[in-house]
């Protein structure tokens, strides 16, 4: 499948700013190896298949009425996961579910930006996050991160006091980099924030810091999620998804982990029902089955360490690849690759599909089955060979 943009009309009243923007999204094609949207590889087993064709079955007769708009179940499931994953026991009302974790990102934009007020987030980052901005009419300011891709603490320190955000968005394992935040350094940022002005609004205000944790399953293990740090830090907003190491990207499911007036704020600018019974139901059937959804993690994370292993042992140009240390699911490779686009197409003609994201001269894989990565290894060996010879 292809997808094609056509030309808007001028004559529609499309608002002023969103004049010749476009849809977001990766290519979303149908080729034999897709290692571009960060998902986990590996389908739900049969059980877990089973299990949600019974629970939306069970549903089915209910669905003439609204869905419980406030999905008290779920978010009591919400509550039971993380206390295992992370080990840190959150109240019903510190949970909050949506369409993905992109939902959620867009409610607490919608609840805490808006005209006057401007979002921080520290460079290279998600590229959904001016999106958010964007249709809430938020300012979108970054902060550079170090040439490892870790992020300069001092300099969002700075920029917070400069910039005055009501929101500070911080991506732990950051995409497209894959790098981790220490906890430390979010405590650092955490604390300046508890005391640091936002613009635009009352004195007394102070931004809130969310933490995107949309890859955080892959983490090493022995690290600390940041929801481990909501009881101590009101003003701490953590976003997770089952799309990535939780493998139900297709079920759009997305939560957040907060202190209850963050929820209620998030409450107020909700859709009435936004999670239909069908989703909460098939969530509800994911969640009996934790351990056999994340049962590839430990593997993806092997894998993620062999490849980059083999990657740094790949050269273009008579330069080995760099790699940037990931926590996730990904690598971003090359670091010297003066014809990027050149080589995805390349990969692409041998059917690998990868992402072009990220600063110039590097390039994003994610962790696919074993044979998908051998044929993403031998498809690359091949295509740089060809690129660096033109
Ligand atoms: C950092 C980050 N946050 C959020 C998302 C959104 O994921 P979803 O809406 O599927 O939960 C993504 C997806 O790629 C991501 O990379």
């Known amino acids: 499948m292809t997808e094609e943009t056509n030309a808007i009309p001028a004559s529609l009243p499309l608002r002023n700013d969103l004049i010749g923007e476009t849809p977001y999204g990766a290519p979303q094609l149908d080729v034999p190896v897709c290692l571009n949207v960060n998902e986990n590889p590996y389908e739900p087993n049969p059980d877990v298949c089973a299990t949600i064709a019974r629970r939306v079955g069970e549903i089915a007769h209910t669905l003439n009425r609204y869905p419980d708009r406030e999905h008290i179940a779920l978010r ?80 969002a320190i700075k920029a917070i006091h400069e910039i005055k955000p ?7 394992p950051n995409n497209p980099t ?35 944790e949309a890859y955080v399953e ?48 998030v409450r107020i600018v909700r859709m009435p029902y936004h999670l239909s019974a069908v989703t909460q139901a098939a969530a509800l059937a994911a969640l009996e089955h934790t351990d056999e959804q994340l049962s590839q993690v430990a593997h993806l994370r092997e894998i993620r360490e062999q490849t980059a292993a083999w990657l740094k042992r790949q050269t273009y140009k008579g330069q080995p690849l760099e790699v940037a240390a990931s926590e ?8 010297h690759f003066d014809k990027r686009d050149r080589i995805f197409e390349a990969l692409l003609d041998r059917g690998i599909l990868i992402r072009v994201v990220g600063p110039d001269g590097w390039l994003r894989v994610c962790m696919g089955t074993d044979d998908e990565m051998a044929r993403f290894r031998e498809a690359l060996s091949e295509v740089l060979r060809i690129v660096e010879a033109e």
């Open 178 to 212: 894959g790098t981790p935040l220490p906890p430390a350094d979010l405590e650092r940022i955490l604390d300046v924030c508890e005391t640091a002005d936002v613009a635009g609004a009352a004195a007394g205000v102070h931004p809130i810091v969310v933490v995107d």
């Open 166 to 172: 009501s929101m500070v968005i911080l991506t732990s």
């Open 76 to 155: 009591k499931a919400f509550s039971d996961y993380l206390a295992k994953e992370s080990g840190a026991r959150l109240a019903v009302d510190q949970l909050w579910g949506a369409n993905g974790s992109n939902e959620i990102m867009l409610q607490l934009f919608q609840a805490f930006g808006g005209p006057g007020r401007t979002a921080l987030g520290c460079d290279p980052t998600y590229s959904m996050y001016p999106e958010y901005a964007r249709d809430t009419f938020t300012g979108w300011k970054l902060a550079h991160r170090n040439a490892d891709f870790t992020l300069d603490v001092d300099a």
């Open 218 to 265: 892959f983490r090493n293990p022995g690290t600390p999620s940041a929801v481990t740090l909501i009881d101590k830090h009101p003003n701490l907003a953590v976003s997770r998804t089952m799309s990535k190491a939780f493998a139900f990207a297709g079920a759009r499911v997305g939560y957040l982990a907060a202190s209850k007036d963050i929820i209620d704020c």
């Open 328 to 335: 996730s699911n990904f690598l971003l490779f090359g670091g």
